[in-house]
Nanobody, 124 residues
Framework: QVQLQESGPGLVKSSQTLSLTCTVSGGSITTNNYYWNWIRQPPGKGLEWIGAIGYSGNTHYSPPLKSRTSISRDTSKNQFTLQLSSVTPEDTAVYYC????????????????RGQGTQVTVPS
């Protein structure tokens, strides 16, 4: 059973960088053919795919967020990290990490395992 757990600050000031880490257990982030994703859900809205890092370390980003997003990994810790720069109140959302076999999914059925989510608030 693969488990994912998000961690990071719940409050980030405007213009600062949001940084979240996903710790994976029960499976390796270098396992072939899987992508490790960051997704968010703003209040009252649907899922928004942010980006992913693949089993080989290649990265993929949502075009609207690409200029502000960086995803990296630490294979020794089986973790991957999201950094989102220059945040605004519009970045307030529940942030999830999740596993998939394809990138870009905006429905939960696109993901076979996900974390419980972590609330990140950017005050206005």
């Amino acid at each position: 059973q693969v488990q994912l757990q998000e961690s990071g600050p719940g409050l980030v000031k405007s213009s600062q960088t949001l940084s979240l880490t996903c710790t994976v257990s029960g499976g390796s982030i270098t396992t072939n053919n899987y992508y490790w994703n960051w997704i968010r859900q703003p209040p009252g809205k649907g899922l928004e795919w942010i980006g992913a890092i693949g089993y080989s370390g290649n990265t993929h980003y949502s075009p609207p967020l690409k200029s502000r997003t960086s995803i990296s990994r630490d294979t020794s810790k089986n973790q991957f990290t999201l950094q989102l720069s220059s945040v605004t109140p519009e970045d307030t959302a529940v942030y999830y990490c999740a596993r998939s076999q394809y990138v870009g999914g905006t429905r939960w059925y696109n993901y076979d395992y996900r974390g419980q989510g972590t609330q990140v608030t950017v005050p206005s």
